[in-house]
């Protein structure tokens, strides 16, 4: 973009979330003109924005996340907390009466078990187990909801307008239905195939023979259709948020950008899914065993579920950033307009 002094200077190196110097020009090429494309040509992904930063390879979408993630800490970790204090604070008394009680039980069934005789459940364990499902539904719902949040803003940070917990918190919660469809039509439809195809794999494994070969085929075949399901929608959250699309058009739009990265884009949700689960070991279940909880007293539960709560807060936004910056890549590579760092800067 530019005006009638000339093209529009890119921000100062040392501001925003990206604060180094963009790469230098192709040797003997000046900058491209940045107020349209040349003359019979189309113009490129992201035109007139710096040269170099698109496509993303893994260390660049790892550096760039952690770089969101150090320039905006307070509104995504404030965007994150909200949601998650008000959910925990529901999970850790109903984990803290629940919990002690069922395991207990649990203990005394296992025990009795090569008896052949079960305890009954406790009286009046119903209604509580019902409150921790709710509670346990809530911190499902505070994870979607913190999830949108962040992803509004990093967006907004990476384009140079950077916002608040609260503002974030307002656009996730704005956009929560769809948020929420998405990943319903999601367990609908994935899961719901790989339970079918269990459960016809099952009846045909019964039948012994060839049947139980094909029985087999069924299973294996039905896991990785939900695992071709669940990556083609990855992205779902990230066109819900930034798009402010509808649930099946955010399914659609993942669909279309994953088409072809595939492979790609289960390779980013395994490592992000081994790195969660290595910090949530670090950060929970070590400290829980160094302290020697006991899973049948209700304080020692309440104080592991605190340190559930705090690894799930602390690791929440290591995925909506990482595929945020993929999400970006993937609209470069199929040739759509790609958000650029500090284009609001730039453009004001």
Do not use: C, K
Not at 39 to 60: Q, S
Not at 294 to 307: K, M, N, Q, W
């Amino acid at each position: 973009m530019s005006d009638e002094q000339g093209p529009v200077a890119p921000p100062p190196p040392d501001s925003g979330p990206f604060a180094f110097p963009p790469p230098p020009e192709p040797p003997g090429y000046g900058a491209p003109p940045r107020f349209g494309a040349p003359p019979g040509y189309g113009a490129p992904p992201g035109y007139g924005a710096p040269r170099g930063y698109y496509p993303l390879d893994l260390d660049a979408i790892l550096r760039g996340a952690a770089s969101l993630f150090r320039f905006a800490w307070r509104p995504i970790l404030g965007a994150a907390l909200i949601p998650y204090v008000v959910a925990y604070a529901l999970l850790v008394p109903s984990s803290a009466i629940v919990s002690p009680v069922f395991n207990e039980w649990l203990a005394r069934y296992q025990a009795e078990l090569p008896n052949g005789s079960l305890p009954p459940l406790p009286n009046g364990l119903e209604p509580w187990l019902l409150l921790l499902g709710a509670a346990a539904l809530a911190t499902l719902l505070a994870g979607v909801i913190a999830s949108g949040a962040i992803i509004h803003v990093a967006d907004a940070a990476f384009r140079g307008r950077p916002t608040t917990a609260r503002a974030a918190l307002g656009v996730a919660l704005r956009r929560a239905p769809a948020l929420i469809g998405a990943q319903l039509l999601i367990v609908l439809a994935a899961y719901g195939a790989l339970l079918l195809g269990i459960v016809f794999g099952a009846v045909l494994m019964a039948g012994g023979g060839i049947a139980a070969f094909l029985g087999l085929v069924v299973m294996v075949g039905a896991i990785a259709a939900m695992l071709f399901l669940v990556v083609r929608w990855a992205l779902v959250a990230q066109t819900v948020i930034v798009e402010e699309v509808g649930p099946v058009d955010g399914l659609s739009r993942s669909w279309r950008l994953v088409a072809g990265s595939g492979w790609r884009v289960l390779g980013y949700i395994l490592l992000v899914g081994v790195l969660g689960t290595l910090f949530g070991l670090a950060l929970s279940a070590v400290p829980q065993s160094i302290l020697g909880l006991d899973p049948t007293r209700s304080t020692d539960v309440a104080i592991g579920t605190v340190f559930d709560g705090l690894a799930a807060l602390l690791f929440t936004p290591a995925t909506p950033l990482v595929m945020l910056l993929l999400y970006y890549d993937l609209r470069f590579r199929a040739s759509e307009p790609a958000p650029q760092p500090g284009e609001a800067r730039q453009t004001a």
